[in-house]
Every structure is written in structure tokens, then in C-alpha cells.
């Protein structure tokens, strides 16, 4: 089978992979709804039901804060301040997703906690199974379905399959630049369909790195790429992240500019 034929058969098994994932695209601002519903790959949030999670937890806090006395100043300032557990935009913070999970039995752990599960999964990203995102007060998730990695940012037209050098530069490059990582933990939903698409794609780990280095390959008697070409390389990677990163920042400004009008 010629080159060009096996790229395409490895675009088309890829593209009915895609297919195969439950994926909810951006409404309003329901981003950790959307965030929470592609992770567990079905619809089980709404924004009712994390809102109600969201007053849950500002009744405990406020039940706290009345234990100390309800007459002191910390207490006026606490019940006179809007909650941070959302707001009329559809924001939820990370206590509410936390919460939610919990209610699947799943944990949500920060990246850089100092948990063991977390430490070992900083050494092995890509052992993982699902990871969740805050960037710019907008909420994702990064999930694999068999050997491969897949963005489910509802900002997206449609999920995006990373390669396995991509994934490990985009995780980087979203620490790099300051956002939160989450990894889930527990017995995470199936989505037996899904699973066996991608666990069945020609993309396999040898392909990803013959893909993500191609002409860097050696032939008999040949010399290895130099280490300066290897960096470009690594450095274009990067830059071609950032990229995206800027591109998906526009469509989300964009996104809110039509929520407040």
C-alpha cells in the first residue's frame, strides 16, 4: 500500500474514532458543565445541578464562619461578599467539580499536589487517564481512549487526538504559562465504543514518533540527527502549541462577548 494511501486510511480511522465520543460544544458559559460532561462522556451535569452543588458549599462555609460569632466583622464581610463557587455566568470553581466527581465516586487531585498518585503522575503523564484544565477561567478536559490522548475543550469544533510527544508538550506548555492541572482518580465512566475505535487506530505509539520526528530516521552507515536539529524541532513544537493556545483564547473571548450581549 503506497504512503499516501495508509495516511489516509490513518485519517479515516482516526476521524470514526472521533466520532464515537460524546462531546457537548460551548453554550454560554457553562464551560465546567461542558468540562465535567466530556470527561465522564455522558450527560450527567447540568447547570442546575451544580449550581445547587455551588449553594451546598456556601452554606457549609457560611455555617462555618458562624461558629466563630455571627456579630464580628469577618462574618458581615464574608455574607455581604458574592460567592466563589459561581456566578451568573455559569462559572463553577474547582470545589464544585471536585464535589461532583465525588458524587461518581471519583477525586480530583491538583498536579503538582504532593501526593504520591500525583508525583508518580508528573514522571508519567501519559499513563494517566484523565486530566482536567483550568485556563483563563475556562475549564477542559484531557482524556485517553486507548493509546491516545484527546482534547475535549467544548471550545473546539469537534475533539482534537494528540500524539503522544504533542500531549506532553501541550501539558508543559499549559504549566509553563500558569493554568491549573487536575488529575481524576477513581473508577472513571466507560465509553466502550470509543475505546475500542482507538484501541483499534494504526496510530500506534511507533507511528506517533516515526509521525512527530519524521525525516529525523537513519538509514545503514547513516549519522544521527544533530542535537541542534532535534532542539528546532522541540522549539517549533512548542511555538506551534502556544499558537493554538492563543487561537483558543480568541475563540473564547469571542464566546464571552456573545454571552454578554
Not at 59 to 77: F, I, L, N, P
Request: charged share 25%.
Amino acid at each position: 500500500m503506497a504512503n499516501g494511501q495508509i495516511s489516509e486510511l490513518k485519517r479515516q480511522r482516526l476521524e470514526n474514532a472521533l466520532k464515537t465520543l460524546f462531546f457537548e460544544k460551548q453554550d454560554g458559559a457553562l464551560c465546567g458543565q461542558h468540562c465535567l460532561n466530556n470527561a465522564v462522556q455522558y450527560r450527567v451535569f447540568s447547570a442546575v445541578e451544580l449550581s445547587t452543588i455551588a449553594q451546598q458549599l456556601d452554606d457549609k462555609e457560611r455555617q462555618t464562619m458562624a461558629e466563630c460569632g455571627t456579630h464580628t466583622q469577618e462574618y458581615r464581610d464574608f455574607i455581604n461578599k458574592p460567592s466563589h463557587n459561581f456566578d451568573d455566568t455559569g462559572y463553577f470553581s474547582v470545589q464544585v467539580l471536585s464535589e461532583a466527581l465525588k458524587n461518581l465516586g471519583l477525586e480530583l487531585v491538583p498536579f503538582r499536589s504532593d501526593d504520591e498518585r500525583a508525583a508518580y503522575a508528573r514522571q508519567n503523564p501519559l499513563e494517566q487517564r484523565l486530566l482536567i484544565c483550568n485556563m483563563e477561567d475556562h475549564w477542559f478536559s484531557l482524556r485517553r481512549f486507548g493509546n491516545k490522548w484527546v482534547n475535549l475543550n467544548s471550545t473546539l469544533t469537534k475533539p482534537e487526538a494528540y500524539t503522544d510527544t504533542y500531549f506532553t508538550l501541550f501539558l508543559s506548555t499549559l504549566e509553563s504559562d500558569g493554568h491549573s492541572l487536575f488529575l481524576v482518580f477513581g473508577n472513571i465512566p466507560e465509553n466502550a465504543e470509543a475505546e475500542a475505535a482507538f484501541s483499534n487506530l494504526l496510530l500506534n505509539a511507533v507511528d506517533d514518533d516515526a509521525d512527530a520526528f519524521a525525516g529525523h530516521g537513519n538509514k545503514l552507515g547513516g549519522t544521527e540527527p544533530s542535537s541542534d536539529s532535534v532542539s528546532q524541532e522541540d522549539t517549533a513544537k512548542r511555538e506551534n502549541v502556544r499558537l493554538q493556545r492563543e487561537a483558543f483564547l480568541r475563540r473564547l473571548e469571542g464566546t464571552q462577548k456573545d454571552c454578554s450581549s
